[in-house]
């Protein structure tokens, strides 16, 4: 959901894991002139045709064969070993793109009730800004959308709270990751 907090947790793991690197989803966006405008003279850039997923499938590919073969277990003291490397792959639409699925080891979903997300909205600033009746008319609809399709897939995910502290989604993750 736009605006739960998967930048921030995403910063965070990236601050305390050793040897973590970080894709995020943001970085893909396609020039506005090359992202479509519905009916209602909203740009689209709530869907997949919106970014360059290939580029984005590219660069974790590549990440991924950089560091083939340097995963090591755990250190007897239960520490990760200098050479395990983790990636973070952050962004709103990455469960509904097929050929990342195979990437994941591990996958979070924040959720953030509606007016909270619309709260948390209406307080960050967009290069496009957003016009007015755009949350409700194009971001909100298109996060149920995809969610709802997300939803239908058969995959192990753990939903988190944004409406959590960062520590405790921070904490929640990691001992997670530390399970693992």
Request: proline letters at 6%.
């Amino acid at each position: 959901v736009t605006n739960g907090g998967k930048t921030t947790l995403a910063n965070s793991l990236l601050e305390i894991l050793p040897n973590c690197s970080l894709i995020s989803q943001d970085n893909y966006f396609k020039p506005e002139a090359e992202v479509a405008t519905d009916e209602r003279g909203f740009k689209q850039f709530d869907v997949l045709e919106a970014l360059e997923m290939e580029a984005m499938m590219s660069d974790v590919l590549s990440w991924i064969t950089q560091h083939k073969g340097a995963e090591q277990p755990k250190t007897s003291q239960g520490k990760y070993d200098d050479s395990v490397h983790f990636l973070i792959i952050e962004g709103f639409l990455l469960y509904n793109y097929k050929p990342l699925d195979d990437v994941f080891d591990r996958r979070y979903f924040l959720t953030v009730p509606y007016e909270e997300c619309k709260k948390r909205r209406s307080k960050r600033v967009y290069e496009p800004p957003d016009p007015p009746g755009y949350f409700d008319g194009h971001v909100w609809p298109m996060y149920i959308k995809h969610k709802e399709e997300m939803d239908k897939l058969q995959r192990e995910i753990v939903f988190l709270d944004g409406t959590n502290t960062k520590e405790e989604m921070l904490c929640c993750v990691y001992s997670d990751i530390k399970r693992v």
